[in-house]
C-alpha cells in the first residue's frame, strides 16, 4: 500500500545549527503534506504543511521543501534549540470519500528523533 | 489547538475486559480520528467518523468499535481488551475536507494486563 518514510532515524545537531529532516512518500496522487514535532508524553504539534502545488513554504525557523519528481520532503529548522528536541513526523494526506464527501486521511511516516544539544 | 480533550489519560486493565475511551472536542470539527501509536509503527488509522452517527474503519480497526453520537463527542470501545492493544491512542479532529490541518489530543496510555 501507500507509504509515508523517513531516511534518517535519529539527528543529532549541535544548539544553533540549522536542522534537515527528511522524507519519502510513495502516493504520487496526495496534494497535501503535513509536518508535525511530537515531544515526550504529548500529541502531534502540527508545525507547517504544503500543497503540492508549491515547492516550498516558510514559516517561523522552518522551511518545508517538496520536491515531486522524486516525491521528497524535507522539514529545515533554522538556528535550531534544545526546545526543538522531538520526534518529527511527517504526513501525507490522501483524500476519502464518504458520506458524499471527500475528506483527509493522514498517513504517517516512523519519525526521525531530533536531538539538539546545548 | 483544537480544544481536543481525552479520557482516561492513563489506564490500567486487564486482559477481557472492556475499555472505552473518550474523544471530546470543542471544535465543532465534523471529522474525528481514533489512531494508536506503537514503536515501529508509527500512527495508525483505527476509525474515523465523517459526521454523526456516520463512522468507518481505519488500517488497523479489529477489535475498536466507535460511535458518535454528537459533533463533539467521539468514543473508541475495545470490546475486549487484549495486551496487543496496549498502546497510546490519540484522537485527532478537522474542520472539514482535505486541506485542513488535523489537530491532535494529548493521548490515552493503555495498558492491558
Known amino acids: 500500500g501507500e507509504s509515508v518514510g523517513l531516511h534518517l532515524p535519529t539527528l543529532s545537531v549541535q544548539e544553533g545549527d540549522n536542522s534537515i529532516i527528511n522524507c519519502a512518500y510513495s502516493?504520487?496522487?496526495?496534494?497535501?503534506f503535513i509536518w508535525y514535532k511530537q515531544e515526550s508524553g504529548k500529541g502531534p504539534q502540527f508545525i507547517i504543511d504544503?500543497?503540492?502545488?508549491?515547492d516550498k513554504r516558510q514559516g517561523q525557523r522552518v522551511t518545508v521543501l517538496l520536491n515531486k519528481t522524486v516525491k521528497h520532503l524535507s522539514l529545515q529548522i533554522a538556528a535550531t534549540q534544545p526546545g526543538d528536541s522531538a520526534v518529527y513526523f511527517c504526513?501525507?494526506?490522501?483524500?476519502?470519500?464518504?458520506?458524499?464527501?471527500?475528506?483527509?486521511?493522514?498517513?504517517f511516516g516512523q519519525g526521525t528523533i531530533l536531538t539538539v544539544h546545548p | 489547538d483544537a480544544g481536543i480533550t481525552q479520557s482516561p489519560r492513563h489506564k490500567v486493565t486487564e486482559t477481557g475486559t472492556p475499555v472505552t475511551l473518550r474523544c471530546h472536542q470543542t471544535?465543532?470539527?465534523?471529522?474525528m480520528y481514533w489512531y494508536r501509536q506503537d514503536p515501529g509503527h508509527g500512527l495508525r488509522l483505527i476509525h474515523y467518523?465523517?459526521?454523526?452517527?456516520?463512522?468507518d474503519k481505519g488500517e488497523v480497526s479489529d477489535g475498536y468499535s466507535v460511535s458518535r453520537s454528537k459533533t463533539e463527542d467521539f468514543l473508541l470501545t475495545l470490546e475486549s481488551a487484549t495486551s496487543s492493544q496496549t498502546s497510546v491512542y490519540f484522537c485527532?479532529?478537522?474542520?472539514?475536507?482535505?486541506?485542513?490541518?488535523?489537530?491532535f489530543g494529548e493521548g490515552s496510555w493503555l495498558t492491558v494486563v
Open positions: 485527532a479532529t478537522t474542520r472539514q475536507n482535505s486541506g485542513n490541518t488535523i489537530y
Open positions: 502516493n504520487s496522487a496526495s496534494d497535501y
Open positions: 504526513a501525507e494526506n490522501s483524500l476519502l470519500n464518504a458520506g458524499g464527501t471527500s475528506y483527509g486521511k493522514l498517513t
Open positions: 467518523s465523517y459526521g454523526v452517527k456516520d463512522t
Open positions: 471544535e465543532n470539527h465534523r471529522y
Open positions: 504544503i500543497r503540492s502545488n508549491m
